[in-house]
C-alpha cells in the first residue's frame, strides 16, 4: 500500500549547475522564530506523483533485522529505506554520488536543520564563478526544505530543488530526497538514528570523519557538504 503525501517544490535555474556538487559549505540552523516557508502553489500533481513508480514514497515488506527508525541507503538502486518495525518499512526515491563519489559505511544523525542557508565554498566558485555566494533557505536553496547531517563526515541527507535528478547518480556523495519526501523522512527521523550506507557493486569509499575544525556542531557555524 502506498502513503501519499502532497506538497510542492520549485526549480531555480539559478543555482541548476549547483546540483552536482557536495562542495563544503557554511550552514546555521534556522532558530524556531526564524523565517517560515509555506508550500509553493500546488501543481496538478505533487512531486511524489511525477517521479518513476519504483521511486514513489511508499511502504513495502522489510524482513532484516535493523531497528525501527533505522535509514538503510540503497545505492545502486537510489532508494532509501525507513524502518517502521513489525515487517514494515517506508522506501523513498534517492538520488545518489555520482561516480568515482559514492561511499557507504554506518553513520548515525547528528544533527538536523530546517531551511539550512547555502554558502557555496571557494573552490566551487572558482569553477563555476556565476555562482551565488550565498543562498539563503527557502524554496530556491539547493539543499533543500530539510538536512540532516550525518556523523563527523561531509555528508548528509537533504531535499532539493530539482526533484528531477531523483534517481539519478548526480552528488559528490550526498543524498537528496524530493523536498516532499525529505519533510516526511525529517519528521521521523530522530538525532542519533542509525544510517546505513550500502556500497554499489564498484568500490566505493568508507566515510570518514571530517577535518577537526569541519566537525558538525550544533551552536556554531558549520562546515558541511551539498
Known amino acids: 500500500m502506498s502513503a501519499r503525501f502532497f506538497a510542492t517544490g520549485s526549480l531555480t535555474a539559478l543555482i541548476a549547475a549547483a546540483a ?3 562542495g563544503a559549505a557554511q550552514a546555521q540552523q534556522r532558530l524556531a522564530y526564524g523565517p517560515q516557508y509555506a508550500p509553493a502553489e500546488q501543481n496538478d500533481q505533487s512531486e511524489d506523483a511525477q517521479l518513476d513508480p519504483r521511486l514513489q514514497r511508499q511502504i513495502v515488506t522489510y524482513n532484516g533485522n535493523e531497528a525501527r527508525g533505522t535509514v538503510i541507503i540503497d545505492t545502486p538502486h537510489t532508494v532509501l529505506y525507513y524502518v517502521l518495525g513489525n ?3 517506508i522506501r523513498y526515491g534517492i538520488g545518489v ?3 568515482g ?4 559505511g554506518v553513520q548515525h544523525v547528528a544533527r538536523k536543520a530546517e531551511w539550512p542557508d ?27 526544505a530539510r538536512a540532516m547531517y550525518l556523523g ?10 530539482d526533484p528531477t535528478t531523483i534517481g539519478k547518480q548526480v552528488s559528490s556523495g550526498c543524498i537528496r530526497l524530493t523536498n ?6 525529517y519528521n521521523r527521523v530522530q538525532v542519533g ?9 564498484a568500490p566505493s569509499r568508507t566515510a570518514q570523519r571530517a577535518p577537526a575544525n569541519e566537525r558538525l556542531s550544533s551552536n556554531a557555524a558549520l562546515s558541511s557538504l551539498y
Open 101 to 104: 563519489f559514492t561511499w557507504n
Open 97 to 99: 554520488g555520482r561516480q
Open 180 to 185: 516532499d519526501d525529505v519533510i516526511d523522512l
Open 87 to 89: 515487517g514494515q518499512a
Open 193 to 201: 538514528a542509525k544510517v546505513i550506507v550500502l556500497p554499489q557493486s
Open 20 to 22: 552536482v556538487s557536495c
Open 152 to 161: 563527523g563526515t561531509e555528508y548528509r541527507i537533504h531535499g532539493t530543488n
Open 118 to 144: 547555502w554558502y557555496p565554498p571557494a573552490e566551487m566558485v572558482a569553477r563555476q564563478p556565476y555562482l551565488p555566494r550565498m543562498t539563503a533557505g527557502g524554496p530556491g536553496n539547493p539543499l533543500g
